[in-house]
C-alpha cells in the first residue's frame, strides 16, 4: 500500500532522536559533512554504530566511497551547526571551527560525544544507503551540556 510522503515524514517524526553531525573525507580529501538523525548505536561487542545516508544527497558518493567517518553527537547549543551541515552548499565548511581526529576526519568541540569509526559494513535500505561503523576511538564529557533533539520536524531540548 502506497503513503503519502507527507504522512509517513509525520509519523516518522513521532520517534524523538538526537541530532549528529557525520564527516568524512572524499577521494579528494576534501571534509564532508552531513546533519544526520537516524544515528544509532549497535553493538557493544565488536563496537558498533550505524547512520543511514540518503541517495540523493551530494555526499552520497564520499559515505558510500570512505573508509573512515566520525561521528559528532550534538548539545543543544549547537543549533547552527546543526543548520549549517543539514544544507547541500559548496561553503558549507567556510568558518567552520573544527579539529580532525587520529582517522583524519573531521571533529566538532563541544559536541557530547565523538565516535571515530572504520566503516565496517554497508547495507541497501530504500532510498537511503545503511552505514556501519566500527568504533575505533571515542570522547564524551557527561558534563559538556544536554543533547540538541529531533522531533516532529524540529529541534527540541530535555525539559
Ligand atoms: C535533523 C536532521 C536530520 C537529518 N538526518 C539525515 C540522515 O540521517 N541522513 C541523511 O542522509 N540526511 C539527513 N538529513 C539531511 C541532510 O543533513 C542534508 O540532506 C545534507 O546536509 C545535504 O548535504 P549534501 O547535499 O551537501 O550532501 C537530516 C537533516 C536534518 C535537519
Known amino acids: 500500500m502506497p503513503f503519502d510522503h507527507r504522512e509517513l515524514r509525520n509519523a516518522f517524526g513521532c520517534f524523538a532522536t538526537g541530532v549528529t553531525i557525520i564527516t568524512t573525507l572524499d577521494r579528494n580529501a576534501e571534509k564532508i559533512g552531513?546533519?544526520?538523525?537516524?544515528?544509532?548505536?549497535?553493538?557493544?561487542?565488536?563496537?558498533?554504530?550505524l547512520f543511514c545516508v540518503a541517495d540523493k544527497i551530494n555526499s552520497f558518493e564520499a559515505f558510500e566511497a570512505c573508509r573512515h567517518f566520525n561521528v559528532n553527537v550534538l548539545n543543544e547549543e549547537q543549533v547552527d551547526l546543526s543548520n549549517n551541515f543539514?544544507?547541500?552548499?559548496?561553503?558549507?565548511?567556510?568558518?567552520?571551527?573544527?579539529?580532525?581526529?587520529?582517522?583524519?576526519?573531521p571533529l566538532f568541540d563541544g559536541a557530547l560525544a565523538t565516535l571515530e569509526c572504520d566503516k565496517h559494513a554497508m547495507y541497501e535500505g530504500g532510498d537511503h544507503l545503511i552505514i556501519v561503523g566500527k568504533v575505533t576511538d571515542m570522547s564524551y564529557d557527561r558534563?559538556?551540556?544536554?543533547p540538541l533533539l529531533y522531533f516532529q520536524g524540529d529541534y527540541a531540548r530535555l525539559a
Open 143 to 146: 558534563s559538556n551540556g544536554r
Open 34 to 49: 552531513i546533519t544526520a538523525n537516524s544515528f544509532t548505536s549497535l553493538s557493544l561487542d565488536p563496537p558498533l554504530v
Open 86 to 105: 543539514a544544507r547541500s552548499s559548496d561553503d558549507k565548511w567556510d568558518g567552520i571551527a573544527h579539529g580532525v581526529g587520529r582517522n583524519g576526519c
